[in-house]
């Protein structure tokens, strides 16, 4: 097991009822702050007008920026950081998924930055001050609501980076089931999607002596597997709205790495897909994971698969090898069972279009860690996903 260090700086106010709390939390950091959310969403459930009492009855200033799409272009995080300074705000609240968040942690980070936001997604500068951050979570996904990890699109230059810093770790995050209830039942499949990759990511790893973040990764793959199917048929079921929730948020705030190293390959290759055609996050996560499995499965590493299908899947094969491929066609069943295309040609890509998306992928040299794949790998597994 690898030497870590773990400081969750995130609080969380879990369960019904908490934006109640969300007027006092603020209160604590400032009176003035700058409050991004999406395109209406929280409008037509009424969590817009309950956001706006509370910081009218705790006398909170806010200047809005609204309109924050799914994968967040930097145009919106420099409109962000220009409101900030404008209006003099010193927090910023996010209301919504992960995009609504990763844009509020950009606007945060660029806030103290003389540059351009966009050179910390390209490694040119390094995070040294940020705003504070708070969310409200609408979705449950990307994890952003409790991890410094932040993803945009720089929509000129048809690229999405990702950057993460301790100083981007929301102060506190309200995490209520009862506000993804409304969610449609194709982002909730892809939010599950969104979820089990980030388990995958972490537990497809070399250090296989971290025996029990392993398990713990298991415990919450299951709970995915369990309960996303229930929430995608019975949207308003809050048991099964509660165990998503949570998955989502320990699912990807460090916990389940300690002693890890990670791979993060198939989350480098969506990134450019998403960057080409505005494709859902989760979606090309479930397209390109069961094919990523296929293409670094070898004698080596097939104990690892296996260990997830025998663990997981209680799945019996003849050998690791045939034990890990049936777990594979488990993952990619599964998928299916969600209602998620399984191809790119589903969503808008054709081969024409991969060469340059692993082009890009590997810009900054190879990508992973469980299996280093080069831009000829990233090729493959594309066409397999085709």
């Known amino acids: 097991m690898n030497n870590f260090f773990y400081d969750v700086k995130t609080k969380i106010i879990f369960g019904k009822g908490g934006i109640n709390k969300l007027g006092e939390n603020i209160k604590r950091y400032s009176s003035n702050i700058l409050f991004c959310c999406g395109s209406g969403s929280i409008k037509k459930s009424g969590l817009y007008d309950a956001v706006i009492e509370q910081l009218k009855e705790s006398e909170i200033n806010y200047t809005k920026l609204s309109g924050i799409k799914p994968n967040p272009r930097l145009s919106s995080v420099q409109k962000g950081i220009e409101l900030c300074k404008s209006s003099k705000t010193d927090f910023i609240l996010a209301v919504g998924g992960g995009s609504v968040i990763d844009c509020a942690k950009a606007i945060a980070a660029g806030f103290y930055y003389d540059g351009n936001v966009w050179d910390f997604y390209e490694y040119k500068a390094k995070i040294k001050k940020a705003l504070p951050v708070a969310s409200v979570l609408t979705l449950a996904a990307s994890g952003s609501e409790m991890n410094g990890n932040s993803v945009i699109t720089n929509e000129e230059a048809g690229v999405k980076r990702g950057v993460g810093s301790h100083l981007l ?44 973040t392993d398990r713990m990764i298991e415990a919450v793959l299951k709970t995915c597997f369990k309960f996303g199917p229930t929430a995608y048929k019975y949207p308003e079921n809050f048991e099964a709205r509660a165990n998503l929730m949570w998955a989502s948020s320990i699912g990807l705030n460090s916990l389940l790495s300690m002693g ?41 590493n097939a104990k690892v698969f296996a260990d997830y299908g025998r663990n997981v899947w209680n799945i019996s094969g003849k ?68």
Do not use: C
């Open 169 to 212: 770790y929301p102060v506190f995050s309200i995490l209520d089931p009862s506000l993804t209830q409304t969610v449609p039942p194709h982002q909730t499949a892809a939010g599950t999607a969104d979820i089990i990759s980030h388990l995958f990511e972490q537990y497809f790893s070399k250090e296989r002596s971290a025996y029990v």
């Open 260 to 300: 890890k190293t990670g791979d993060w390959a198939t989350h480098q290759i969506e990134h450019q897909l998403s960057a080409v055609n505005d494709l859902t996050h989760g979606t090309g996560l479930a397209i390109l994971t069961p094919n990523w499995m296929e293409h670094v499965l070898d004698e080596k």
């Open 319 to 386: 050998n690791d090898t045939d034990t890990a491929l049936k777990a594979i066609k488990k993952t990619r069943e599964f998928f299916k069972s969600l209602d998620i295309p399984q191809t790119l040609r589903e969503v808008g890509f054709n081969e024409e279009m991969l060469p340059d998306i692993a082009r890009k992928t590997t810009l900054f040299g190879s990508v992973g860690q469980f299996k280093k794949l080069n831009e000829k790998d990233v090729l493959d597994i594309l066409k397999r996903s085709l």
